[in-house]
């Protein structure tokens, strides 16, 4: 009877150690797939121009006015293809309208190449949904010699989602500066 109820206890001991175990690595394979995400989004955003998304954004064939307000279904579709899957709905909308596609612009109107190199991006100690990054972005006009520049930034997660709320550019060592030359 003491063998027994020895067994039982290890093995209630075990299960929940197991459990903890468990539980940790699913903590950081969260944290590592928003690492991935984001990273994703670098990439998205600094290979290219995509010319596809380019054309989309300019012809003005793709634009008409409904309720006295411009559309483009087209370049909607595409963006939602492209980003959708990383993006919060409302966030993905916002992005766009901002900052998200700018270096693209950019570097298209002005003929530049952008090539994404890396990113070192680190979760806030203070909240487990922000994470900072700075990408590595080469970046070269037609015919002229690649330079590197950092750009930094912030990323949120949304909790009730698992995807971006918020993506933000900050400092980028003069790089969107140097794409409208």
Not at 90 to 99: E, K, Q, V
Request: proline share 1%.
């Amino acid at each position: 009877m003491l063998n027994k109820r020895l067994i039982l206890i290890l093995l209630s001991f075990v299960t929940v150690l197991a459990g903890i175990f468990l539980a940790g690595c699913s903590q950081t394979e969260a944290g590592d797939s928003d690492k991935e995400m984001i990273e994703k989004v670098l990439a998205l955003e600094f290979n290219g121009p995509d010319e596809e998304l380019m054309e989309l954004m300019w012809n003005p064939d793709n634009k008409k006015v409904v309720d006295g307000i411009e559309v483009n279904e087209e370049f909607d579709k595409y963006v939602q293809e492209k980003y959708g899957e990383y993006f919060t709905e409302s966030a993905l909308d916002t992005f766009i309208r901002t900052a998200g596609i700018a270096y693209q612009s950019f570097a298209h109107l002005n003929e530049y190449t952008l090539d994404f190199k890396s990113a070192t991006i680190e979760e806030a100690e203070n909240a487990s949904n922000k994470y900072t990054f700075t990408a590595q972005v080469g970046y070269q006009k037609e015919g002229g010699e690649e330079e590197v520049a950092d750009v930094e930034g912030v990323v949120l997660f949304s909790t009730a989602e698992k995807k971006i709320g918020k993506f933000q550019y900050g400092k980028d060592s003069g790089l969107s500066d140097e794409l409208r030359k």
